[in-house]
T-cell receptor
Framework: AQSVTQLGSHVSVSEGALVLLRCNYSSSVPPYLFWYVQYPNQGLQLLLKYTSAATLVKGINGFEAEFKKSETSFHLTKPSAHMSDAAEYFCAVTRSSNDYKLSFGAGTTVTVRA | DADVTQTPRNRITKTGKRIMLECSQTKGHDRMYWYRQDPGLGLRLIYYSFDVKDINKGEISDGYSVSRQAQAKFSLSLESAIPNQTALYFC??????????FGSGTRLTVV
């Protein structure tokens, strides 16, 4: 079964600092990988996705993620945090283009300090 | 109007009661899903449907049932609610490799 591990349930960063959220997956085949963001009292919104094209994926709101097969990782970064980035972030994986049952990580809550 | 609409947004119910959560979509997507979110556990798949005649159990289907009344409607039922079903429930849709569209969630409390 597919699984993802998000390292760190809470991350606190200063405004303007680098945001780094870690995600590792377990998979015997190249997966499809996603990052979602959940703002308070809202549903999940897609930030970006990796579907076996470019390994560096750019998403919305200045976020990007790099797929590293050798490390089975798909870490999410943003060079400069903004107060509006405070939210919960989920990494998710699905096995293939024909299998859309997403497996989610436990989530990482980001707090941005002024 | 939202692409994926869930009703109700919040619900408090008593142990043993039957409750239905409803989901409707205007995306025209063929695939629909029900997930529950618990703190520290992320989202877990309850049921999914790839079309009106195709219903499948997810990883935590015990205690739940679903109905796909039309391409646009997918409801989740708790036949006899219990307190550990207290959670945030999300409906989602997908089409091809485009990723998911999530509803805003239903916060269910079973007392």
């Amino acid at each position: 079964a597919q699984s993802v591990t998000q390292l760190g349930s809470h991350v606190s960063v200063s405004e303007g600092a680098l945001v780094l959220l870690r995600c590792n997956y377990s998979s015997s085949v190249p997966p499809y990988l996603f990052w979602y963001v959940q703002y308070p009292n809202q549903g999940l919104q897609l930030l970006l996705k990796y579907t076996s094209a470019a390994t560096l994926v750019k998403g919305i709101n200045g976020f990007e993620a790099e797929f590293k097969k050798s490390e089975t990782s798909f870490h999410l970064t943003k060079p400069s945090a903004h107060m509006s980035d405070a939210a919960e972030y989920f990494c998710a994986v699905t096995r293939s283009s024909n299998d859309y049952k997403l497996s989610f990580g436990a989530g990482t809550t980001v707090t941005v300090r002024a | 109007d939202a692409d994926v609409t869930q009703t109700p947004r919040n619900r408090i119910t008593k142990t043993g009661k039957r409750i239905m959560l409803e989901c409707s979509q205007t995306k025209g997507h063929d695939r629909m899903y029900w997930y529950r979110q618990d703190p520290g556990l992320g989202l877990r798949l309850i049921y999914y449907s790839f079309d009106v005649k195709d219903i499948n159990k997810g990883e935590i289907s015990d205690g739940y049932s679903v109905s796909r009344q039309a391409q646009a409607k997918f409801s989740l039922s708790l036949e006899s609610a219990i307190p550990n079903q207290t959670a945030l429930y999300f409906c989602a849709t997908s089409f091809g490799a485009s990723g998911y569209t999530f509803g805003s969630g239903t916060r269910l409390t079973v007392v």
